[in-house]
Structure formats: structure tokens, C-alpha cells
């Protein structure tokens, strides 16, 4: 069974402060790791992906992530703020395979403040 | 990069009646697509896993004679709601991952927002 926690359903922060979005996991198969991202009445996007590669994963619009398997952890951040970020954010995990689930957290709503 | 098309956008139905969704894979081909749903302000609910050729897997506590899904070919998955209710009233998403390079991550189309009235 797998499973994620988002910690935070509601984070805010100043425009140009350091993002810090958490997220553990909880898989008996070795994880695949993701991160979107949802702007309203919208799909999700993806921002990054860990399939057991590099522990320490780079996204798009400045976004990273580092895989913690000692911790379970899959922590997504970014440096700098901008007004854009403000979204819905969603961890989730899978298995290997085409036909593997992905079962997503309860996602984090970022705010920026100008 | 890989795009799914989700239709229509948004569709607003009367009580009884059914609704049908398309997802397609544009420049992909998708064994296997799913099926989420999502309230306002909540996560995304798995509902089922579409299998092109076969019978869709359902989650645990979703009507699969509620919701029908057929996946004809590697490209295309619908999703009807049939004898909609106010309460079916959702945002319903759907994401297929390509088939041919293990760690594809799934795509996602942008969402079918129904009301039913």
C-alpha cells in the first residue's frame, strides 16, 4: 500500500522568501515520487519526478525536490517566491510500471504576499 | 511534451441525464489511463483505472454502473455519468501515462467541471 502526507494544507509566504512544501511518503515498493502543481479550474501539471534516479531532483520554474528515503521525505522548494507560485500543490506516489496508481496527498495551497 | 485532451471543459445537465467525457492522449499511446474526481478544496480521488481492450478497474465505493468507462483504443478513454445526479456535481480529471518508458509520469487533462441541476 502507498500513501502520502502533505503537512500544511496552507502555506504562505512573502514574495522572494524561500518556499517550503512538505511532503513523506509511505510505499512497500520502492516509491516513484512526483509533484504537480493546480491552478484553478485547471489540470495538474507536473513540476518534478523522482523514479530512482538522482535523490536531489530539479523541476520546472525553479522548483526542487530532495528524496530522504532515511526520512521518508520528499520535500518540494524553491529559493525565491514570485506572485505566480501561488497555487494548489499535490505530492503523490506510485509504483513502477505503466498501470501503477498514483495516489496523491491532500494537497497544500500556497499563497505569496506581495 | 505529452498532452492529453480532456472534453468538454464544462457541461451543466439535468437531473437523469448522462453526461459523456472524452480523454485522449494526442502524442501518446496510453495502456492505461485513470480516472479522478475531485470536490472543491480537496484532493484528487481515484475512481478507476482504465484499461484499453478490458474492463475498467474500479476504487472502492464508486458505482461502476454510474460511472461506465470505455477505453477503445490506446488513445482514447471516456467516462460516462449516467442518470446524473446534483450530487455527481464535481471536477473530474483524467491522466494516462505513455506506455512506452517506465517512469513516464502520468498527464493530466485540464478537467471536466459538471453541474448537474
Known amino acids: 500500500a502507498q500513501s502520502v502526507t502533505q503537512l500544511g494544507s496552507h502555506v504562505s509566504v512573502s514574495e522572494g522568501a524561500l518556499v517550503l512544501l512538505r511532503c513523506n511518503y509511505s510505499?512497500?515498493?520502492?516509491?516513484?515520487l512526483f509533484w504537480y502543481v493546480q491552478y484553478p479550474n485547471q489540470g495538474l501539471q507536473l513540476l518534478l519526478k523522482?523514479?530512482?534516479?538522482?535523490?536531489l531532483v530539479k523541476g520546472i520554474n525553479g522548483f526542487e525536490a530532495e528524496f530522504k528515503k532515511s526520512e521518508t521525505s520528499f520535500h518540494l522548494t524553491k529559493p525565491s517566491a514570485h506572485m505566480s507560485d501561488a497555487a494548489e500543490y499535490f505530492c503523490?506516489?506510485?509504483?513502477?510500471?505503466?498501470?501503477?496508481?498514483?495516489?496523491f496527498g491532500t494537497g497544500t495551497l500556497l499563497a505569496v504576499q506581495p | 511534451g505529452a498532452v492529453v485532451s480532456q472534453h468538454p471543459s464544462r457541461v451543466i445537465c439535468k437531473s437523469g441525464t448522462s453526461v459523456k467525457i472524452e480523454c485522449r492522449s494526442l502524442?501518446?499511446?496510453?495502456?492505461?489511463m485513470f480516472w479522478y474526481r475531485q470536490f472543491p478544496k480537496q484532493s484528487l480521488m481515484l475512481m478507476a483505472t482504465?484499461?484499453?481492450?478490458?474492463?475498467?478497474?474500479?476504487e472502492q465505493g464508486v458505482e461502476k454502473d454510474k460511472f461506465l468507462i470505455n477505453h477503445a483504443s490506446l488513445t482514447l478513454s471516456t467516462l460516462t455519468v449516467t442518470s446524473a445526479h446534483p450530487e455527481d456535481s464535481s471536477f473530474y480529471i483524467c491522466?494516462?501515462?505513455?506506455?512506452?518508458?517506465?517512469?513516464?509520469?502520468?498527464?493530466f487533462g485540464n478537467g471536466t467541471r459538471l453541474t448537474v441541476t
Open positions: 502524442d501518446f499511446q496510453a495502456t492505461t
Open positions: 523522482y523514479t530512482s534516479a538522482a535523490t
Open positions: 510505499s512497500s515498493v520502492p516509491p516513484y
Open positions: 482504465s484499461n484499453e481492450g478490458s474492463k475498467a478497474t474500479y
Open positions: 503523490a506516489v506510485s509504483g513502477s510500471g505503466a498501470t501503477n496508481k498514483l495516489i
Open positions: 491522466s494516462a501515462r505513455d506506455r512506452t518508458y517506465a517512469g513516464s509520469p502520468l498527464h
